[in-house]
């Protein structure tokens, strides 16, 4: 089965709101179509960045350059060190130490990675989540409250349920790590390297 483009996901939404379907996502777009682009894109953003089984990374091994910096690739959305007590953000491609305002590490730390992902790259049960999610907030935009909209709010909260018991199953959630007992999400991913991360 050939996995949903985000060209897919916006012609969905337009549909499931009842407009016209478009070729492409090159401009110039229709104002419906460029609306119902740049919701999906908020969607993803939101999605994208949240710490999640599928772009969430433990234990990996950070590894230094020959300045002693840690470069830190473009899709990586967030760096978290594991047994530290020093604060560090992504700053200019490398990790940046805001404990002792610097970027030069003494040695290589261990470190929970969150990746960004584009559309394309979100499991196929995200995608359906995000495209039920954009067709809801487009429809209230273009169209106000409905019984049509009400539907898409129900048709949206089966496919957050759906995504949600495939993010338990994926994970091997438990008592401990579960995300309605701690609130936070967790990985089941074992430590290691991650290409353009670790060794």
């Known amino acids: 089965m050939a996995k949903q483009t985000e060209l897919d996901s916006v012609n969905e ?4 709101v009842g407009l016209g ?3 492409d996502l090159t401009a110039p777009l229709r104002q419906d179509a460029l609306q119902a682009s740049s919701t999906l894109s ?4 939101e999605i994208a960045t949240t710490r999640n089984y599928y772009n969430r990374y433990e234990d990996i091994t950070l590894t230094r350059d020959i300045d002693n910096k840690i470069p830190i690739p473009e899709d990586v959305y967030d760096v978290e060190l594991r047994n530290s007590n020093k604060q560090v953000v992504i700053r200019d491609n490398f990790l940046y130490n805001l ?3 610097t970027y030069v590490f ?10 960004y992902l584009q559309f394309v790259e979100l499991p196929e049960v995200v995608k359906r989540y995000l495209t039920m999610k954009t067709a809801r907030k487009l429809y209230l935009k273009l169209f106000g409250v409905s019984p049509h909209l009400q539907a898409l709010a129900v048709e949206e909260r089966m496919a957050y349920d ?3 018991r495939w993010e338990d199953e994926s994970g091997d959630l438990n008592l401990f790590n579960h995300g309605d007992v701690h609130n936070i999400w967790y990985s089941t991913r074992q430590g290691g390297s991650v290409p353009g991360i670790g060794n």
Request: glycine share 4%; no cysteine; aromatic share 8%.
């Open 162 to 164: 759906t995504w949600q």
């Open 99 to 101: 404990t002792d305002n």
């Open 42 to 45: 908020e969607g993803l953003m």
């Open 106 to 115: 003494s040695s290589n730390p261990k470190a929970d990675i969150t990746y």
């Open 21 to 23: 379907q478009i070729a």
């Open 13 to 16: 939404v337009l549909s499931l």
